[in-house]
C-alpha cells in the first residue's frame, strides 16, 4: 500500500424517497428560521413549493441562479438576501443553484441545504467555480461545502432523459479523474469505483423507464458517491478542459463533461491505464476511453462539440486557453495534443488507444 493522505468533510447527508419533507427539520436542527429558497428561472415553481411548505422558516424566494455561477446574479442574489435578513439557503436544482448557493455562502458563512434535482454532484464538495469577464475559475473552500444536502428520489422521476443522461456521465467524469489524480487514495477509488458501477447500471434502465424508482434511486446514489469523490481529491485535464470550454465559450455544463468524457478519459488511459482498471471493470469494458464512447452512443448522449454550440473557429483559442493555466495530469498534455483531443470531440470520433 502507498502512503495517502484521507480528508473527509462535516456533511449531513439525508437520502430517500419523500425526504423532501424534512427541509424544515433540518432547517430547525441547525438553528435558523429565516430561510431564502434558491433556483434557477425554470425551476421557480419548485422553489415556490418548497417556500410554501416551509411556511414561516422561509423569507424569500431567489429565482435567477444561472449556468456556470455568473459572479453578477450572485451579487444579485445576495442583495436580495441581506435584504431579507436570511440566517440560511435552500438550494433546489442542480448544479446552477448549487453554484450560486455556494457562492453566497461563501461570501456570508451562510448554512446551506441542498436538494439536488440531478446527478450534478457537486453538492458533495467544497468546491466553487465561478464566472466573470468570460473566465471560469474555481476554489476550494469548507465555507462553499454545503451543511446539509437532502437527496429525495421522487424529485428526480420526472427529470428529462437527456439531462438525466449528461448528468449521470458528468458524475462519472469526477470519479474517473479521482482514480488517477494526484492526492488519490484508496477509500476514494473504492466509492469512485462504486459510483460509476451504480450509474452504468442505472442509466440505461432509466432511458428506458424514466420512472423506475430503483434505477432512479440507484443513479442518484451513484451521483453522490461521484460528488463525493470529486469533493475529497483533485481534477486534471477533463475539469480543465470543461472548465474552459464552459466559462469561455458558455457551452451547457452536463453536456460538455459528456462529449469530453470519452477523449480525456482515453487521454491518459494511455499512461494510467491500470489505475482505471476499476472504472472499466464498473461498466464492463476492456477500454475505458472507447467503452464510455460506446456507452454514451447508447445512451443517446450528445456526442461532439459542435452539437452542443460550440464553433470550430474557436479550437484553437480554447487549446491556448487550456494549456495557459493547466491542472496536473498523469500525462502532459501540450498544446499539440490539446489541440488534437478538442478536435476529435469537435467531430465525434471514436478514441482510440493505439
Keep these: 500500500m502507498e502512503p495517502f493522505a484521507f480528508q473527509t468533510f462535516p456533511q449531513r447527508v439525508v437520502f430517500g424517497s419523500g425526504t423532501l419533507a424534512a427541509i424544515g427539520d433540518e432547517i430547525e436542527r441547525l438553528g435558523h428560521r429565516r430561510a431564502v429558497v434558491l433556483s434557477t428561472p425554470e425551476q ?7 417556500a410554501e411548505d416551509l411556511g414561516s422558516l422561509c423569507v424569500g424566494v ?24 436570511a440566517d440560511c439557503l435552500v438550494s433546489i436544482g442542480g448544479g446552477s443553484t448549487t453554484g450560486l448557493g455556494k457562492a453566497i455562502a461563501l461570501r456570508t458563512n451562510l448554512d446551506q441545504i441542498v436538494i439536488p434535482t440531478t446527478y450534478a454532484g457537486s453538492e458533495a464538495t467544497p468546491i466553487l467555480g465561478e464566472t ?16 446539509v444536502v437532502v437527496y429525495d428520489t421522487d424529485l428526480t422521476l420526472g427529470l428529462p432523459i437527456r439531462l438525466s443522461v449528461t448528468s449521470g456521465l458528468n458524475a462519472i467524469a469526477h470519479a474517473i479523474e479521482a482514480l488517477y489524480t494526484q492526492d488519490r487514495n484508496p477509500v476514494i477509488s473504492l466509492l469512485a469505483a462504486e459510483g460509476i458501477r451504480a450509474l452504468g447500471v442505472a442509466l440505461p434502465k432509466v432511458i428506458v423507464d424514466p420512472k423506475n424508482r430503483e434505477a432512479r434511486s440507484d443513479a442518484l446514489y451513484g451521483a453522490w458517491a461521484c460528488g463525493t469523490c470529486l469533493g475529497a481529491v483533485g481534477m486534471a485535464l477533463h475539469h480543465r478542459i470543461c472548465h474552459v470550454l464552459g466559462g469561455s465559450f458558455d457551452l451547457p455544463h452536463s453536456e460538455t463533461h459528456a462529449v469530453i468524457l470519452p477523449h480525456a478519459t482515453a487521454f491518459n488511459e494511455t ?30 448522449a450528445p456526442m461532439t462539440l459542435r452539437q452542443i454550440g ?5 479550437l484553437d483559442r480554447a487549446a491556448d486557453l487550456i494549456v495557459d493555466k493547466p491542472y496536473w495530469n498523469p500525462r502532459p498534455a501540450d498544446r499539440h495534443s490539446v489541440r488534437q483531443l478538442l478536435d476529435d470531440a469537435y467531430f465525434g470520433r471514436r478514441p482510440s488507444l493505439h
Excluded: C, W
Aim: aromatic share 2%; net charge negative.
Design 44 to 50: 421557480a415553481a419548485s422553489a415556490g413549493a418548497v
Design 132 to 147: 466573470e469577464d468570460g473566465e471560469k475559475t474555481t476554489r476550494r473552500s469548507a465555507k462553499v461545502l454545503p451543511e
Design 271 to 300: 499512461t494510467v491505464g491500470t489505475l482505471l482498471r476499476p472504472a472499466a471493470q464498473a461498466i464492463a469494458v476492456e477500454e475505458l476511453g472507447p467503452g464510455l464512447y460506446d456507452l454514451s452512443l447508447r445512451l443517446g
Design 62 to 85: 431567489f429565482a435567477g441562479a444561472a449556468m456556470h455561477t455568473p459572479v453578477s446574479v450572485t451579487e444579485a442574489a445576495l442583495r436580495q438576501v441581506t435584504a431579507l435578513n
Design 310 to 314: 460550440m464553433l470550430e473557429e474557436g
